[in-house]
């Protein structure tokens, strides 16, 4: 069972647009969420993260919305820059006291084309 | 620097025969995990530590071992590798998974392929 779904394994925007990712989850347990951005060779590094309790979290030209109600996510790059183009795996984080658990998502393919 | 180490960074195998893939971080975290990532399945988390001599499994532990005698080092074992296992694995540590400082860092990964 799924937990963390990216539905759209790729996306491909103009340079200086914007770039909407989407995350879906089901389990209303998850307290926190993170993306993660990977470059191909490499290990993903963290991105940015928001709180079960926010629905916004804003960092420079990120930008992570979170709907509860819709059990949604979604991660906005504006404006969107060629070095953007990379895989972004969206995680939930479900737990409590000192164990904790992050379930990641399939991930999405960005590709920004100057 | 602050940072994840896996060797080695690409390997070739042959069925059965064992292997240990090391991780190592510097940054004195208490959490370590592993992880495997496969077209089309994203990142599936096979074994995690939340400190010394506390392991847990993940998504997809079968056919893996670890191990969390110290803190800096938490290697990956494959005690009989099969050709379901080639992947790409990743090491990561946090300082903890509670609170806000969450974020996971990444080890640049490691290519196995078992023939």
């Known amino acids: 069972d799924q937990q963390v779904k990216q539905n759209s394994p790729s996306l491909s925007v103009q340079e200086g647009r914007i770039s909407i990712l989407n995350c879906d989850y089901t389990?209303?347990?998850?307290?926190?969420f993170l993306w993660y951005k990977k470059y191909p060779a490499e290990g993903p590094t963290f991105l940015i993260s928001i709180s079960s309790i926010k629905d916004k979290n804003e960092d420079g030209r990120f930008t992570v919305f979170l709907n509860k109600s819709a059990k949604h996510l979604s991660l906005h790059i504006v404006p969107s820059q060629p070095g953007d183009s990379a895989v972004y795996f969206c995680a939930a984080r479900v737990g409590g006291g000192s164990n904790y658990k992050l379930t990641f998502g399939k991930g999405t393919l960005l590709t920004v084309n100057p | 620097e602050a940072q994840v180490t896996q060797n080695p960074r690409y390997l070739i195998t042959v069925t059965g025969k064992k292997l240990t893939v090391t991780c190592s971080q510097n940054?004195?975290?208490?959490?370590m995990s592993w992880y495997r990532q496969d077209p089309g399945l994203g990142l599936r988390q096979i074994y995690y530590s939340m400190n010394v001599e506390v392991t847990d499994k993940g998504d997809v532990p079968e056919g893996y071992k670890v191990s969390r005698k110290e803190k800096r080092n938490f290697p990956l074992i494959l005690e009989s590798p099969s050709p379901n296992q080639t992947s790409l694995y990743f090491c990561?540590?946090?300082?903890?998974?509670?609170?806000?400082?969450?974020?996971?860092?990444f080890g640049p990964g490691t290519r196995l392929t078992v023939l």
């Open positions: 389990n209303s347990m998850f307290d926190y």
């Open positions: 990561a540590s946090s300082s903890s998974l509670a609170g806000a400082n969450n974020e996971q860092f």
């Open positions: 940054m004195n975290h208490e959490y």
